[in-house]
């Protein structure tokens, strides 16, 4: 399903909307198109209409600090699905870089996604004293790299608002 980019009235982006939704908001004259999809218009009985790619918004919309909440999907996703010790995509589960029996929280930087087997090999210890080496370092997402990574592959017009 194609994926319209939603830009505030600043050209910051705000989200990430289905085709339909963006639409209307443009024929409501919500929103104004940025970049559309020459090639591939909206056709309807009466009248052939640009399909939005980026869309900005006529009224600048106040939106406090969007934090990206912490869940076992979120790890997940900010990881790739992939182990991050051997690289696998099977058997997937949550690590504490730091054990929990040692002080470790439930943080952004502490938890990494990762394979049955490399967590009971990594047993109760840091990597570092089990030996394996993180193909990842654990960080705290932005909303941004988020609103990135939604729609899998990147379209090129979303890059230069998404700071990239």
């Known amino acids: 399903m194609d994926k319209v980019l939603v830009l505030n009235n600043d050209y910051t982006p705000l989200n990430v909307t289905t085709l339909k939704r963006g639409f ?28 939005p790619s980026v869309i900005r918004l006529m009224r600048f919309i ?32 949550i690590d504490h870089v ?19 087997i490399c967590n009971l090999k990594k047993d109760d210890r840091t990597p570092e004293e089990a030996g394996m ?8 997402p932005t909303y941004i790299q988020f609103i990135e990574r939604m729609n899998g592959e990147l379209k090129e017009e979303w890059k230069q608002f998404l700071m990239i």
Do not use: M
């Open 62 to 93: 106040y939106t406090p600090y969007k934090k990206v909440p912490l869940s076992r999907y979120n790890i997940f996703r900010r990881d790739g699905h992939k182990c991050v010790y051997c690289g696998t995509n099977k058997n997937l589960t």
């Open 24 to 51: 209307k908001l443009v024929y409501k004259g919500k929103a104004e198109i940025v970049y559309s999809d020459e090639t591939n218009p909206i056709v309807s009985s009466f009248k052939n209409f640009n399909r």
């Open 98 to 116: 730091l054990p929990k029996s040692r002080g470790g929280d439930n943080t952004w930087k502490n938890l990494v996604t990762c394979c049955g």
């Open 133 to 140: 080496d993180l193909i990842k370092k654990p960080f705290t």
